[in-house]
């Protein structure tokens, strides 16, 4: 820009002395103008590039609501569940785990303190006869084939039998061992009396 004010300098000073300036407001006026239209190219790209982005943040925003409608048109009626029959199972095994756990405490040598359910499942599926009457209830278990848990249930019937365990109806429970039957049961006690 200064070697065309120059240049003009130099050709005008011959001639009228506002020419120069005139030329120079021109020039800055063009300039002007060329600097306004690259901004204005600029802003309009990076307008294009947000409108692009735009366009297509709707694009995807209208298919996520197209997929809501159709899960809401396939959506089933929730119903609320009654859990009260869970609450008392659970209940009940935790009952019944902490009766195993008491009768294991109690009745059996130090061997199974602190065993779990797989060891005592045994000595709860024996077969045998029951025998009850007014006073006391007798429990004639079938001995075991392993002479180790045989051992165990000899021991399990003297403690029972010493300590004087008593059923919720007053009655007197006595457990023995009996001898092995052919007619043996694959099961829980078989109730005779």
């Known amino acids: 820009m200064l070697v065309q004010v120059t240049t003009l300098e130099t050709l005008c000073q011959f001639g009228e002395p506002g020419f120069l300036a005139i030329k120079a407001q021109q020039l800055e006026t063009e300039w002007e103008v060329h600097h306004r239209r690259v901004l ?10 947000e409108m692009n982005h735009c366009e297509q943040s709707c694009r995807a925003l209208r298919q996520v609501l197209r997929k ?3 899960l809401q048109a396939y959506e089933r009626e929730m119903q609320e569940l009654d859990n009260t029959k ?9 009952g019944l785990a902490n009766l195993g756990m008491w009768v294991r405490d109690h009745y059996f040598g130090e061997s199974y303190q602190s065993c779990g359910w797989e060891r005592l499942v045994p000595f709860f599926q024996l077969s045998g006869w ?3 009457t007014q006073t006391e209830v007798k429990l004639d278990f079938s001995p075991f084939n392993h002479r180790g848990m045989g051992r165990d249930l000899q021991d399990l019937c003297r403690k029972v ?10 009655r007197r429970l006595v457990l023995t061992v009996g001898q092995q039957r052919s007619g043996r049961l694959n099961g829980p ?5």
């Open 86 to 94: 869970d609450q008392i199972m659970t209940l009940l095994k935790v």
């Open 189 to 193: 006690l078989a109730n005779t009396g």
């Open 40 to 49: 204005l190219e600029a802003t309009s790209i990076a307008g294009k590039r």
């Open 130 to 132: 029951v025998t009850a």
């Open 68 to 70: 809501q409608e159709e």
């Open 161 to 170: 039998n010493t300590d004087g365990a008593y059923l919720p109806d007053g």
